[in-house]
């Protein structure tokens, strides 16, 4: 591996491709293949290979705001979802934690005891940081959590405004 990269990195042209036949893991985990055509290539010429094998499934280009989600290893190009945007992608690791860590996809962590319950019995909120998602929280946790600050403001007037995300 560590050879791949710095063969690509000395730039010896076509020749260099020729390691592993044109292949290689790279540092993030996803498998990479040369293709010097492929509008989404990479600056060294190199393309995730998973997206090469969702366009060829699908027929065509992945839509620009495409993303691939692998619910395996990243290098296990078997076991991938294509996800229409970002949010749907960040969706899908959400409920893949979820199942991971509490057996549930549906339960969500409330973000101040940081246990996991099913959606019905928290509060959801859209963050309004750049980054979107959901504030989840139990409203008792809130309400402790407000407690909390209050005394610490020695019951101040300032508005007492819940951390985002
Ligand atoms: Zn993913
Ligand atoms: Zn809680």
């Known amino acids: 591996m ?5 063969i690509w990195r000395d730039g010896k042209g076509e020749q260099s491709y020729s390691w592993r036949g044109g292949r290689y893991i790279n540092d993030g985990g996803y498998q990479m293949v040369a293709n010097h055509t492929h509008p989404r290539k990479q600056q ?23 993303q691939i989600h692998h619910y395996g290893e990243k290098h296990d190009n078997s076991k991938m979802v294509i996800c229409q ?3 749907c992608h960040f969706y899908l690791h959400i409920r893949q934690k979820a199942l991971m ?4 996809a549906n339960w969500r962590k409330c973000k101040f005891c940081q246990e996991y319950a099913p959606v019905g019995e928290l509060h959801c909120e859209k963050c309004h940081g ?18 909390i600050r209050y005394r610490r403001n020695h019951g101040s007037s300032a ?3 819940r951390a985002s995300c």
């Open 2 to 6: 560590g050879i791949a990269r710095k």
């Open 44 to 66: 060294n010429g190199y393309v995730r290979d998973h997206i090469l094998i969702a366009e060829e499934i699908i027929g065509k280009p992945l839509p620009d705001k495409a």
């Open 85 to 87: 945007d970002q949010e």
């Open 101 to 104: 860590e509490c057996g549930h």
């Open 130 to 147: 750049k980054k979107g998602g959901w504030s989840v929280y139990h409203m008792e946790c809130a309400r402790e959590y407000d407690r």
């Open 159 to 161: 508005a007492i405004s």
